[in-house]
């Protein structure tokens, strides 16, 4: 009896399958396997490197925020669960195209073109995350550019720091424009 509680212990995280539980897992796993597109692959690699990047960096900025708004006024406190709120928002417009294809492939809907675009748009919103940054560069954190892409980071270094929210936006937009038009 006691082996059968501890083997179901065990199992706890597991399906009988063998398969996660964990709903991001399973579709990390599921996405990767049954694509047949080599970009949304790529992204699920990529998205679960960048996911678990931009994860450790809010862990670690959340202490120093809460230290740095200690004391401070009603905006302070504020400003502490919009990291939190922002990171999250974050973490899921980049998992977004995994779990899209993934939900696709498990009711069989999936096909090689949709997972193409959910990779491209997914590769969008990761490169909207670098313009986001360029943007919002402090002056003394700026360097000069490689002269092929010199017009263009000068063009964003530029642009006030408010701008930086629009790309990430409006990317984060395209994904979701992917997922509910472009499959049907």
Known sequence: MADAETAGE???STTESGASRSVVVGAFRRAFADSDSWLLRSYVVVSALVGALLGLLLLLALPVWIFNTLGGSEFATFSRTFLVVGGVLLLVALVAPVLASARRHARGTASARVDLLLGLSGY?????????????????????????IAPAVE???????????APPVLAA???GVVYRFVGR
């Open 124 to 148: 969008l919103f990761v490169l909207s995350l670098y313009v986001s940054l360029l943007v919002s560069a402090p002056p003394a954190q700026r360097e000069t550019p490689p002269a092929a």
């Open 155 to 165: 063009f964003l270094y530029g642009l006030s720091p408010m701008f930086a929210i």
């Open 10 to 12: 065990r199992d706890s």
């Open 173 to 175: 937009a395209l994904v």
